[in-house]
């Protein structure tokens, strides 16, 4: 059965439908992928092989009835464990959410289901969705099936979503769900040699999804390759009430109008982002991603964003404020943890239920959050970074003028050892081509585009005008027809 | 403007209060301001609660047309700015009647903007002359949930049916000098709110409440330090939390001590407010825009059907009663002073018009005076109003016709009034089955005249010498021997022809 | 602008957050170095630039004043609302005792 595991999920649906394997088939052959995984790779919180059972059950029943089949039927998906699933954990990888059943289901989740995919399981976070690495899980890291070359350290699949990345790239999954607030799917995308796209701010609904950064997060598809994130994101966005900020647009049949002819398409490229000291490897990558737009027919422009540097520093004090309300919501009051010391009045069960429940990371984010809300701080820092986020979203809209997407890497550096970064800053800075497109709320996506000199995949980054997921989409599959990123780690689990 | 001259004696002389008012008012709405569940009053607990009020995870707000409808057409009922650009902060605090963490309200850019209203003179209540209250702002925010000590011994019980209920927080000027003006101020602003349909008025159930700033200060000089006595749910509490409140206040500052700004809770069964220290560490709130929700734009269709929709309000009202109808000032007053009893009266006054085909203005004293020194007696006495009446409009009118048209008399129209409470019968059924059509025979009353005349000589003789205030007595004696149905107009005219001999 | 301990202390008070004496000692540089850094927007010119309202130009949809119109957003649920709670007893929440 390794075969089918290896099958994309157009693969699978297609095949579904096709009737050259069935869908239970296909849920068995990931479910047994996930238990022989789980211990070496954790890029699952929560395991539900009944639940991709069901799903699968239910679809060879609908085709064997000749019933119409959904979009991904017979397709089972790993989802971050930062959507709420109806009757099944939801974490958010923080202790202070262990034992959380929700009684809902997110839009999102929903729209999958819908669709005829089934869930394999909850997939390993940042707590919060709070951190690049992954090593904020309160549950462990989930651990990137590659590794360099002659090494067996360790590395990290990326974050926030690193265990949808790095079950996607260990053939877990054919695909995942991610969510992206300063490139948390991007950058795991990047990390381990699949794709993802960050869709504009509004596409897909928040109704349900954990909040980190209310003005920021975006739901996305994690997959193998341009065509499967097309498809999924179709079957992800739309309109809903629910959510104040979704956007009422119809959702363009994204996957049948991929197009990776070029011409008359301008590329820009951000003078900017040729950050000093670039990763050499980064660097040609990037080189290598210009000239295969131009041998898809596009034309390459040199474009400005200039407040692409102050870009990090506005979006953490933007995502931490934000955060800290958001946050204020784990009380040990209606769900979640409750420490309740002896003695200890309702201010005491909220001070120790926060502290024994949010990890280092979410506790940082907060109490930074708290600080630059505070008063006398608030104009400083919050309003100040409001205004500069203005600006970086201006400097979008006149590149805008001059191209119809934006190349750049998608992260300075390839995947790097876990424990590898304690100091948080040097985390941080490592958002630094991710972020301005979410603080602009553009759609975004990651392609391989080949592997480091140690053998680690690369990512390039296409960011597009609000709305254009499609130009993004057409400018991924250019890069991807011509990268012919085939790698996979070697499996060692 | 005649400043109040409400003055609180101190023992080192004269202190002139000052008040300022935010009164939250639950706005009439079927669902809640962010979520679908109901608002209903008295459920069972935690029954109206959706999962976005009890902040699950991943919950978001999605704001009720409904309830920004009303805000606006409150703000226009005080003549305010409404503002079509404004946006939603978030007011974070931690307490077990907040869900989420935060309130979701309106710090920067409220909904409503800069208006007024007029308190009335009440020169009993040291208020000589009309005054306008400045109201800075309306804006529209959540309730919160609430809290119940006393149903163990260890733990207090949270329901959140009110969590997330809309509210419009009323924020007055510090223009009230008297504990009078803050009472007029409130009842005014309830009776604006029950006029437009915003909000019941209802503070009992709390619906209306009110956290009372006072301060004092010499005559003349700066404003002092001001306290916030939170939750006041009535307009007598209001005005005694201000007299209350100002009084510790200039006792304490003759002492030599100092007022502190804080929120204090007032105790009715003691009179007196005390220091809420639970809240105080909490004043950080740091408000900041609802990143969940975009800028609130309303367009200018939307404010058309605002302004459309809003009713005559109390003042034109009881302008228009004195100038169009010609009702006396008081009864314009009385009649108007609350909603439900001006609505009652303008249904009553159509019917009695078209009954007696007559315009509204000629038969509005008729319908009035009834209404006030007939109807009230009559339905107080079965301890019922007008809400509760067993009699409609249209059935009052049938009566006051009855007496328009001289079918009955004035005196045999209570009769029939306290037949038709009884009963439920129509009046013409009432008049027709008893028989108390009056007698407008002219040769019968001529008759019974006569008869009295004669009988009480000795009065006529006075009478015709000048103590006309027997005519009186005559009238009641020809009534009495004619049991009350004769048509008194009838009687009148044909005594004093006979009078006059 | 940098941060000592009291004030550490008192914005973890604010956000609820417990900390320890060891802990409080730690989070000080940290912040401070976060903070330091985020600094760098000081320098940005942003004369005349309005803070970011929507990142997506939208404005607030409103919805229709209907009870439960969507089951996922109405109210009647008490025992899904309830399910997760450490304290439920007789419909409410509990919570340790207030004192008002």
């Known amino acids: ?493 | ?501 | 602008m940098s941060v000592d301990t009291a004030t550490v202390a008192r914005i973890a008070s604010l956000a609820r957050i417990k900390v320890s004496e060891g802990e409080l000692e730690a989070m000080v540089p940290e912040l401070n170095g976060i903070l330091n850094w985020v600094e760098q927007l000081g320098e940005v010119n942003v004369e005349g630039v309005e803070p970011m309202t929507a990142v997506i130009p939208n404005t607030l949809r409103l919805r229709a004043d209907v009870v439960n119109a969507d089951p996922l957003t109405g109210g009647g649920i008490r025992d899904a609302v309830l399910a997760n709670a450490p304290a439920a007893e007789h419909g409410f929440f509990g919570v340790p005792k207030v004192i008002e």
Not at chain 1, 240 to 267: E, F, H, I, R, Y
Not at chain 2, 25 to 54: C, R, W, Y
Request: hydrophobic share 40%; charged share 20%; proline share 5%.
């Open chain 1, 1 to 493: 059965m390794t075969g089918l595991t290896d099958l994309g999920l157009i693969a699978i649906r297609d095949g579904v439908a096709k009737g050259e394997f069935t869908a239970v088939e296909v849920a068995q052959a990931f479910n047994a992928a996930v238990a022989e995984a789980q211990e070496a790779l954790n890029a699952f919180i929560v395991t539900t092989p009944e639940a991709a059972l069901a799903a699968a059950e239910k679809v060879d029943a609908t085709r064997a009835a000749g019933k119409e089949l959904g979009k991904l039927a017979g397709v089972p998906i790993g989802m971050k464990d930062l959507f709420a699933t109806k009757g099944v954990q939801t974490s958010a990888a923080s202790k202070i959410l262990e034992g959380f059943t929700p009684q809902y289901e997110s839009t999102v989740s929903q729209k999958l289901w819908d669709a005829g995919a089934g869930m394999l399981g909850k997939l390993n976070l940042d707590q919060f969705a709070m951190g690049s690495s992954n090593e904020s899980s309160a549950f462990g890291p989930a651990i990137s099936p590659w590794r360099r070359k002659g090494d067996t350290a360790a590395l990290t699949a990326g974050g926030s979503s690193g265990g949808s990345s790095a079950a996607v790239a260990a053939r877990l999954c054919p695909a995942a769900t991610g969510t992206d607030t300063g490139g948390s799917i991007r950058q795991p995308a990047a990390f381990t040699g699949i794709s993802g796209i960050k869709p504009t701010y509004g596409r897909c609904s928040r109704w349900g999804i954990v909040a980190f950064a209310s003005s920021l997060d975006q739901a996305g598809p994690m997959a193998h390759d341009v065509a499967d994130c097309a498809l999924m994101l179709e079957a992800m966005a739309g309109f809903d009430p629910k959510d104040a900020t979704s956007l009422d647009m119809p959702v363009p049949d994204w996957s049948a109008l991929l197009n990776a002819d070029l011409k008359g398409k301008k590329v820009g490229i951000p003078r900017e982002y040729r950050i000093e000291g670039l990763n050499a490897d980064v660097a040609k990558a990037w080189d290598d991603g210009i000239a295969w737009l131009k041998d898809a027919g596009a034309e390459v422009v040199d474009i400005s964003l200039p407040h692409s540097k102050y870009a990090l520093a506005t979006y953490y004090i933007i995502a931490p404020a934000e955060a800290s309300s958001n946050l204020a919501r784990y009380d040990g009051v209606r769900y979640g943890l409750r420490d309740l010391p002896d003695g200890a009045n309702l201010q005491d069960m909220y001070a120790a239920t926060r502290a024994a429940g949010f990890g280092a990371e979410v506790k940082r984010r907060i109490l930074i959050g708290t600080y630059v809300l505070s008063a006398g701080f608030y104009d400083a820092y919050y309003t100040q970074a409001q205004k500069v986020r203005t600006l970086i979203s201006r400097d979008f809209e006149e590149a805008f003028r001059q191209c119809d997407v934006i190349l750049a890497p998608t992260a300075p550096t390839p995947a790097f050892a876990l424990g590898e970064k304690s100091n948080p800053l040097d985390l941080y800075l490592g958002d630094v081509f991710s972020v301005p497109a979410s603080l602009a709320g553009l759609p975004a996506m990651s392609v391989p585009a080949g592997l480091s000199s140690d053998g680690l995949p690369l990512g390039l980054q296409i960011i597009g005008r609000p709305f254009d997921e499609q130009g993004v989409l057409n400018a991924g599959l250019a890069i991807e027809q011509r990268a012919q990123f085939s790698a996979k780690p070697e499996k060692w689990w």
């Open chain 2, 1 to 501: 403007m005649t400043e109040s001259t409400y003055r609180i004696q101190g023992a080192t002389g004269e202190w002139e209060v000052v008040i300022g008012l935010e009164v939250h008012a639950q706005v009439t709405s079927n669902a809640k301001l962010f979520s679908g569940s109901a608002t209903a009053f008295g459920a069972e607990p935690n029954s109206q609660v959706s999962l976005v009020d009890a902040a699950m995870p991943g919950m978001l707000p999605v704001p009720n047309m409904e309830c920004i409808r009303q805000a606006v057409r409150t703000g226009m009922a005080i003549e305010a700015a409404i503002n079509k650009w404004s946006r939603f902060d978030r007011k974070n605090y931690f307490y077990a009647d907040l869900p989420q963490g935060y309130q979701i309200s309106q710090l920067y850019h409220p909904l409503v903007g800069e208006g007024s209203l007029t308190i009335e003179a009440d020169e009993k209540a040291g208020i000589p002359e009309p005054k306008v209250i400045g109201i800075e702002r309306i804006h529209v925010e959540q309730d919160a949930g609430k809290l119940m000590h006393d149903q163990h011994p260890t733990m207090s019980y949270v329901d959140l049916n009110r969590s997330g209920v809309a509210l419009m927080e009323i924020v007055s000027r510090p223009d009230m000098r008297s504990p009078a003006e803050a009472g007029a101020y409130l009842s005014k602003l309830r009776q604006i709110v029950r006029y437009v349909g915003s909000c019941d008025g209802n503070m009992d159930q709390g619906s209306m409440r009110a956290d009372v700033n006072v301060s004092v200060r010499r005559p003349g000089d700066e404003f002092g330090t001001r306290t916030e006595t939170k939750n006041v749910n009535s307009v007598r509490f209001v005005m005694a939390v201000v007299e209350s409140e100002a009084k510790r206040q200039v006792a304490l500052i003759e002492d030599g001590g100092k007022v502190v700004q804080e929120t204090r809770l007032y105790d009715p069964d003691k009179n007196e407010t005390r220091s809420m220290r639970s809240k105080e560490d909490a004043h950080d709130y740091r408000y900041f825009p609802d990143p969940d929700l975009l800028p609130l734009v309303l367009d200018d269709a939307f404010l058309e059907e605002c302004r459309a929709s809003l009713p005559e309000l109390p003042d034109a009202k009881r302008a228009r009663y004195v100038d169009g109808l010609g009702l006396s000032a008081y009864n314009a007053g009385v009649l108007t002073n609350d909603v439900d009893t001006a609505r009652w009266f303008e249904a009553l006054l159509a019917a009695t018009a078209s009954a007696q085909n007559k315009p509204e203005a000629d038969v509005a004293k008729q319908a009035a005076n009834w209404l006030l020194s007939e109807f009230f007696g009559a339905l107080n006495k079965l301890g019922k109003d007008l809400s509760s009446s067993p009699i409609s409009p249209e059935g009052a009118a049938e009566l006051l016709a009855l007496v328009g048209n001289g079918t009955i008399s004035g005196s045999i129209a209570k009769q029939v009034l306290e037949k038709m409470l009884e009963t439920g019968d129509a009046a013409g059924v009432i008049v027709e089955r008893e028989g108390l059509k009056q007698n407008s025979d002219t040769g019968a009353i001529e008759a019974v005249i006569a008869e009295i005349l004669t009988k009480n000589a000795d009065k006529v003789e006075q009478y015709r010498g000048g103590k006309e205030a027997l005519f009186g007595f005559f009238v009641g004696q020809t009534m009495k021997a004619m049991q009350g149905k004769a048509n008194p107009q009838i009687i009148n005219e044909l005594l004093k022809k006979a009078l006059a001999g």
